[in-house]
């Protein structure tokens, strides 16, 4: 079966351009997850959602972040008017249902974000 | 956030040697998960250990888990090249918050 895909998976941007990105979960998974990694570091949690609920976007590190999900399918990460410290791999990761996060999570590859 | 802290960050083996690395927390958690990242794979999940578990195996993997230290461990027996990676530990605490440690480096020398 397929797993987590991610599109695209290098995109480079202007400073001040706005970008979507784009998270494919495997099918079934209810919760989905976004992170983002900056080069040599850890992952930063960004946000999460679990099926119908509200997201829970208390990792999201400004107001020029957003993300949507529709249903418990595809999902889209978007920055706008990027600044070069947004520069880094995003990552999605997905799951089955979320409750306590007894589930293991299944990431994406990644889409790499340079902000020139 | 709350953000576990392994140690030590960088850690350089002989293969068929033996590789520890730590994961700390401040705050109670439900359930903590190691992931094992590298160029090849990507992030893969390793093992989960409960908060009312104290260790668990998973073929040369061990994971030891401490509440009253607010600490876990993951061992790795008899390394081999191919575990060369960065491993991450998961913390998940209530209300579905969680966050990600800082990351071991670990290079296996053939």
């Known amino acids: 079966g397929a797993g987590v895909s991610q599109s695209p998976s290098n995109k480079v941007t202007e400073k001040g351009k706005d970008v979507e990105l784009r998270c494919d979960p495997i099918s079934g998974h209810t919760a989905l997850y976004w992170y983002r990694q900056r080069l040599g570091q850890g992952l930063e949690f960004l946000i999460y959602f679990q099926g119908n609920s509200a997201p829970d976007k208390s990792g999201l590190p400004s107001d020029r972040f957003s993300a949507e999900r529709t249903g418990e399918s595809v999902s889209t990460l978007t920055i706008q008017r990027t600044q070069q410290e947004d520069s880094a791999v995003y990552l999605c990761?997905?799951?089955?249902?979320?409750?306590?996060?007894?589930?293991?999570?299944?990431f994406g590859p990644g889409t790499r974000l340079t902000v020139l | 956030s709350q953000q576990g802290e392994e140690d030590p960050q960088a850690l350089s083996i002989q293969e068929g040697e033996n590789a520890t690395m730590n994961c700390s927390y401040k705050t109670s958690i439900n359930n903590l998960q190691w992931y094992r990242q590298n160029s090849g794979r990507g992030l893969v999940h390793l093992i989960l250990?409960?908060?009312?578990?104290r260790e668990k195996h998973s073929g040369r993997l061990r994971v030891t888990l401490d509440t009253s230290k607010k600490s876990s461990s993951l061992l790795i027996t008899a390394s081999r090249a191919a575990d060369t990676a960065s491993y991450f530990c998961?913390?998940?605490?209530?209300?579905?918050?969680?966050?990600f440690g800082k990351g071991n480096q670990v290079v296996v020398i053939p």
């Open positions: 990761a997905s799951s089955l249902v979320a409750a306590g996060g007894y589930n293991e999570q299944f």
């Open positions: 250990i409960r908060s009312n578990e």
């Open positions: 998961l913390l998940y605490y209530g209300n579905n918050r969680l966050a």
